[in-house]
């Protein structure tokens, strides 16, 4: 499964509704100013409620920083 993540998500053997949130995510991550309404109701119709978009929005966001604050400081470099 990892594997097939890694690879392409959008082949991997899951759900619809976890496809539809790895492209927010990926969204998200890309360029966040693009998120719009229709993203959100993209979700709401794969099952999320407004607590689900937030909490996957929150965790994205979360990575994102992380990692670019791990970047910044050379963490995990040779």
């Known amino acids: ?3 097939a993540l890694e690879a392409d998500y959008q082949t ?3 759900s619809e ?3 539809v949130m790895l492209d927010y995510v990926v969204q998200v991550t890309r360029d966040a100013t693009r998120i719009s309404p229709k993203d959100h109701e ?3 119709s794969a099952g999320f409620d407004d607590q689900g978009i937030l909490q996957i ?3 994205a966001s979360w990575f994102n920083y992380i990692n670019r604050v791990a970047d ?3 963490v995990g470099r040779n």
């Open 12 to 14: 991997a053997p899951i």
């Open 1 to 3: 499964m990892v594997a």
């Open 17 to 19: 509704q976890e496809r």
């Open 57 to 59: 929005t929150l965790l």
């Open 72 to 74: 910044a400081l050379g």
């Open 42 to 44: 993209r979700l709401r």
